[in-house]
């Protein structure tokens, strides 16, 4: 998108943003790619090396835990290296003055809440919980990280089962709280955010079209064309860390 043209969409953006009465942003891979957590679906990405059938599922989980947990350490490598970028620190910016009812993020790093966002839902989890899959009892995250290679899987010391993080595979249904935290802030909507996804992943991606389909506007903030085309009211090409704070900026000024 030239410069011209990126800054009128801008303008166009803000415009819809400030006339709303709530907001609200769903982001993805995108917001996060910035923070050095890559997204796992582009080439390159982390299924390229891994099997998401072999690491990322309940199944996976169940028939060969040390594989999985493998996988899940270089994941939370990832995530604990990780820091809120420009994207993350704009919304929290948007939330802070009053303009933003909060984030549904399909990521589960928690770098929207470390930018200092309030109300965030974890559309897919996140890799700060985590519990027993033997007994359900919970277990402190930061205990993931200092298991040593020959420790994995990590197990339950009550029970013996094996511990997971509270995110969801594939496969797995999304936990109703998130179902309906989000449900009632794309409900209560009329202008929805989207950043850094591609829109292919359901349920989530429904949320956009939920808010559409009463009226309400769509803002589509990705580098790539997505399953959103034709939805967006405003599309605006661009890196999430850069094209966001840009538009937080113009709506607050």
Same mark, same amino acid.
């Given at each position: /998108?030239? %410069? !011209? =043209? ?6 166009? #953006?803000? $415009?819809? +943003?400030?006339? &709303? ?56 490598? /990832?995530? %604990? !290296? =990780? ?6 620190? #704009?919304? $929290?910016? +948007?939330?802070? &003055? ?156």
């Amino acid at each position: /998108m030239a %410069d !011209a =043209a990126l800054t009128e969409a801008l303008e166009d #953006a803000a $415009a819809l +943003l400030r006339r &709303a009465r709530s907001v609200v942003a769903l982001t993805g891979a995108g917001v996060s790619v910035a923070s050095g957590i890559p997204d796992f679906r582009s080439p390159g990405g982390v299924w390229e090396r891994h099997d998401p059938m072999a690491v990322a599922t309940a199944q996976a989980l169940a028939r060969d835990p040390a594989r999985v947990w493998t996988f899940l350490r270089e994941v939370l490598t /990832m995530v %604990d !290296a =990780a820091k809120p970028n420009p994207a993350h620190e #704009a919304l $929290a910016r +948007l939330e802070a &003055a009053g303009r933003l009812s909060g984030v549904i993020t399909q990521n589960i790093d928690g770098l929207h809440q470390a930018a200092g966002s309030a109300n965030v839902v974890e559309y897919h989890g996140g890799v700060r919980h985590f519990f027993c899959m033997g007994c359900g009892a919970e277990h402190d995250g930061a205990l993931a990280r200092l298991l040593p290679p020959q420790a994995l899987p990590w197990r339950c010391e009550d029970c013996g089962g094996v511990v997971r993080p509270d995110i969801v595979f594939f496969g797995e249904a999304i936990a109703l709280d998130a179902l309906t935290k989000s449900g009632q802030l794309a409900l209560a909507a009329d202008v929805i955010v989207v950043a850094g996804t591609s829109g292919e992943v359901a349920p989530a991606n429904l949320l956009p079209r939920e808010v559409k389909a009463r009226g309400g506007g769509v803002v589509e903030i990705n580098l790539t064309e997505s399953a959103y085309k034709g939805l967006a009211d405003v599309r605006l090409k661009g890196r999430a860390e850069v094209v966001l704070p840009a538009l937080i900026e113009r709506v607050l000024s």
